[in-house]
């Protein structure tokens, strides 16, 4: 799959700059969505490296695992319970076209939701860990395994074994 192009949405999600990059396998991206989304979830186009998320996984007993995947990539609370997890395994010689960046400090509810509000809130999530967006194509979809419930997540679970 070629590269595609960004909505003003998905650009605005980044720091700076947004790069094009080629993620070549094998190499594991993760996800997370709203457990309501069900199978949908699993086709966003925001995903991480799996790699950071066993990081997160390692310094974070589960039960804070979702406040620290919303504190570093700066997911807003009213996007999603984040209780399901995807994760992409890119096969050994497949590629597939991203695009990376950091991801911006995002107020910890959104614009949209702040204003049926009474008071809106001035606190934010900072951000700053690698985000990646993919378009999901057919054969992308055959490399997602899913949903694993994050409250029950384990490093295994994200390295596939």
């Known amino acids: 799959m070629g590269f595609f192009d960004l909505g003003v949405?998905?650009?605005?999600?980044?720091?700076?700059?947004?790069?094009?990059?080629?993620?070549?396998?094998?190499?594991?991206v993760v996800r997370f969505s709203d457990s309501n989304r069900h199978e949908q979830g699993a086709y966003g186009k925001y995903w991480m490296y799996g790699s950071e998320v066993l990081e997160a996984l390692a310094q974070r007993t589960i039960d804070r695992l979702i406040r620290d995947v919303r504190r570093r990539w700066a997911i807003s609370n009213d996007w999603g319970d984040l209780r399901n997890c995807w994760v992409l395994r890119l096969p050994q010689g497949a590629g597939l076209n991203a695009y990376w960046g950091f991801?911006?400090?995002?107020?910890?509810?959104?614009?949209?939701?702040?204003?049926?509000?009474?008071?809106p809130t001035t606190k934010f999530y900072a951000g700053g860990s690698i985000q990646l967006i993919l378009s999901i194509g057919p054969r992308e979809r055959g490399y997602i395994t899913g949903p694993f419930s994050t409250l029950c997540l384990t490093s295994a679970m994200i390295e596939g074994r």
């Open 9 to 28: 949405q998905e650009e605005a999600s980044f720091l700076t700059t947004v790069r094009h990059t080629v993620l070549e396998g094998p190499l594991t």
């Open 103 to 119: 991801t911006k400090p995002q107020s910890r509810v959104s614009e949209e939701a702040a204003k049926s509000l009474a008071q």
